[in-house]
């Protein structure tokens, strides 16, 4: 069953049509209270918000921040902001100090709208000129600013109609900081047509539809989650579980419990709920789709067969959606991350310091230019330099790396920042912790690029994480990639940590990998005196 998609491309307009026909409809189910609101009950208090803003003087194109915990007040303070057409800035709910105080500075809001738990994250930072305070779950007794109001009794007036008012689906609807993996955050300016879009993509791709129940585990301020997870069902009229924070002990069980149909996962994700015990609910559920991003090459046959599922791959970026997809009606080529959606985009794989398309089967970055007007990033706030370099030469460098077969089948192979560079090879980051995950011996790998001491060349760093109730021997686990990877791939140090450093999406920081130092904990293959030559057995 395809939903109708309404011809007015904005967020406001996709959930009036909502309210409108799936009133009483279950729309949002938390996952670890089974809480459940229609969207009846949601769309009456994201009036009430609406409302409440507009008669407080918010005017349209004005930023809001919203800070919330993953949950139902998130999401109505997102949907109010859409109504009058202002602009939501979605803050992750872990975020504080000096990276809370770079957003707030990089793009100050006119208006602060928070859970009370988080309230003290606010406090701690400055934000000229003051914003508006708006607070939802102060417990009863709690003494509030004195300039800052409480939506409680907002949100239970549950009014009957949105505000009136028009958006333009060019306006601008969001601003989202990237994840900062190798520098201050980046704050994205996305219009509502190009939201609309990334939702209708989701719905082609994977048939999503009214009698889904989709499963959500990503934070709300990144587009998987609010766009290609919550708004995307909420397009097709479909059923959301919210989980607050992604665990991978407890994923199987809410899956099984809660007559999961489809969801969404990073690849990092999926290698942590692959890492967990089988189950019998392993196969004993209803999803049968599942987004990828991606399906990691090491483990995806394996993951689908465990778990009885189709994967759909993907890749994108905040700033210009996702141009690649895999198909369900085909057979998954094993490391594709799919062909390009041709009626929205075109794309080149070109050397990235010429902007020279490259032949078939060439790695080199992948650029992008939308075929259709507000279908991508406007700007980044308060960046023009970043733009003008993003927008080089009528293409969006998106810094990814990868080659495209004759078939019109991508491989994404790294970040361009994460590309090592070892005796004139081009070396994939992934190609490394892929073979270290084939081990057996570990849980999570990470390979950078240092210092080799020569110019313009790197040595290579593998960092891993134990397995379970494990100790990694780097010995054998150099042998063991002796026999999976060319000598040039071969890392010379190994140091094992307890956890890699993640951004709150799950990517791993690997500058700050790059410029931890070699320490006493750092193994040193050369120092340890096993020779290339004896590894590989050459004369």
């Known amino acids: 069953m395809q939903p109708s998609v309404p011809a007015s491309e904005t967020i406001s307009a996709v959930a009036a049509m909502r309210w409108r026909i799936s009133a009483d409809k279950p729309f949002l189910t938390l996952a670890a209270t089974d809480t459940t609101v229609t969207y009846d009950d949601f769309m009456r208090q994201v009036a009430s918000l609406a409302s409440e803003l507009s008669d407080l003087g918010m005017q349209p194109g004005q930023t809001i921040a919203t800070h919330f915990p993953t949950g139902i007040p998130a999401l109505i303070a997102w949907q109010a902001v859409s109504a009058i057409g202002c602009v939501e800035m979605p803050i992750h709910p872990d975020l504080s100090g000096e ?6 500075a990089t793009c100050p809001p006119a208006a602060i709208i928070g859970e009370w738990s988080l309230h003290r994250n606010i406090a701690a930072v400055t934000v000229d000129p003051a914003p508006l305070m708006l607070f939802h779950g102060r417990p009863p007794n709690t003494p509030f600013p004195a300039a800052a109001r409480d939506i409680e009794p907002v949100l239970q007036r549950a009014a009957k109609r949105l505000p009136e008012g028009k958006v333009s689906p060019s306006a601008a609807a969001t601003v989202l900081f990237t994840s900062g993996t190798s520098g201050p955050a980046k704050g994205a300016l996305l219009p509502h047509k190009q939201l609309h879009m990334v939702a209708q993509q989701v719905l082609e791709a994977t048939g999503l539809n009214a009698d889904d129940t989709y499963y959500c585990v990503h934070p709300l301020n990144h587009v998987a989650g609010k766009y290609m997870g919550v708004f995307a069902a909420m397009m097709a009229g479909a059923h959301v579980v919210l989980e607050e924070r992604f665990d991978a002990a407890v994923w199987i069980e809410r899956v099984h419990r809660h007559r999961i149909t489809i969801s969404m996962a990073h690849g990092p994700m999926l290698e942590m709920i692959h890492a967990q015990p089988a189950s019998p609910l392993d196969a004993q559920h209803q999803m049968r789709r599942m987004m990828c991003c991606p399906l990691p090459l ?7 067969s465990r778990f009885d599922l189709a994967g759909i791959e993907m890749w994108g970026m ?9 198909s369900v009606q085909a057979p998954r080529v094993p490391g594709s991350c799919g062909r390009l959606l041709a009626q929205w985009y075109d794309m080149q794989i070109a050397d990235p310091q010429t902007d020279i398309p490259l032949p078939a089967g060439t790695v080199g970055e992948i650029q992008v230019r939308p075929r259709h007007p507000y279908t991508t990033m ?13 927008w080089r030469n009528q293409w969006f460098h998106t810094g990814d790396l990868a080659y495209q077969n004759a078939s019109g089948d991508v491989f994404y192979l790294d970040r361009i920042g994460d590309r090592i560079r070892r005796r004139s090879e081009n070396i994939s980051s992934y190609e490394i912790e892929a073979a270290a995950m084939r081990s057996g011996m570990i849980a999570e790998a990470a390979a950078v690029g240092v210092p080799s001491g020569f110019q313009h060349d790197d040595e290579i760093k593998l960092f891993v994480v134990a397995g379970p109730h494990q100790e990694v021997d780097c010995t054998l686990l150099l042998t063991f990639l002796a026999g999976q990877l060319p000598h040039f791939m071969l890392p010379r140090y190994i140091e094992t940590l307890s956890g890699l450093p993640r951004t709150p999406n799950k990517k791993v920081r690997k500058k700050e990998l790059r410029d931890r130092p070699n320490g006493t904990g750092t193994w040193d293959r050369k120092a340890a005196g096993l020779r290339l030559r004896d590894l590989y057995r050459l004369p």
């Open 378 to 390: 406007i700007e980044y706030t308060g960046r023009p330099d970043a733009t003008a370099a993003a």
């Open 99 to 104: 990276p809370l105080q770079h957003i707030l």
């Open 318 to 326: 905040t700033e210009i959606g996702n141009p690649l997809w895999t």
């Open 298 to 304: 090491a483990i995806g046959a394996e993951f689908e």
